[in-house]
C-alpha cells in the first residue's frame, strides 16, 4: 500500500492516477471513500477501522491511498491496528515537486 500526502493542488491525484495505472494498482482516495460509504462522519479511529476491515477484504491488496491520513490520531491507529499488507510506503508531494 502506498499513501499520497501532500497539500492542495500540488498534484496527489494526477500522481496517484498515473501510477496506479501504470501499475496495476487500485487508487482509493480516502476522502471519496468516507462518502461512498457512508462514513464521512465518524470519529478517527472508527473511520480508520473500517478502512482496515475494507482493505482486508481487498482480492489484490495494491493499494494507492490518497488523502490518508488526514491526522496523527489516523496515522498511528492505522499502523497500530493494520497487519495486512505487511508494507506500506508513503510519498509525501509538494508544491515544488509538481
Not at 492516477?17 to 464521512?40: C, F, L, P, V
Not at 488526514?70 to 505487511?86: G, I, M, S, T
Amino acid at each position: 500500500m502506498m499513501f499520497i500526502i501532500g497539500p492542495k493542488a500540488c498534484g496527489k491525484s494526477t500522481i496517484a492516477s498515473n501510477m496506479a495505472s501504470r501499475t496495476n494498482m487500485r487508487h482509493i482516495d480516502y476522502i471519496q471513500w468516507k462518502k461512498e460509504t457512508g462514513n464521512k462522519d465518524i470519529g478517527d479511529e472508527e473511520g480508520c477501522a473500517k478502512l482496515i476491515e475494507s482493505l482486508a477484504l481487498e482480492i489484490k491488496p495494491r493499494i494507492i491511498m490518497e488523502n490518508f491520513p488526514e491526522n496523527e490520531v489516523q496515522a498511528r491507529y492505522f499502523l497500530r491496528n493494520c497487519k495486512a499488507p505487511a508494507n506500506v510506503f508513503g510519498l509525501v508531494c509538494s508544491i515544488d515537486v509538481s
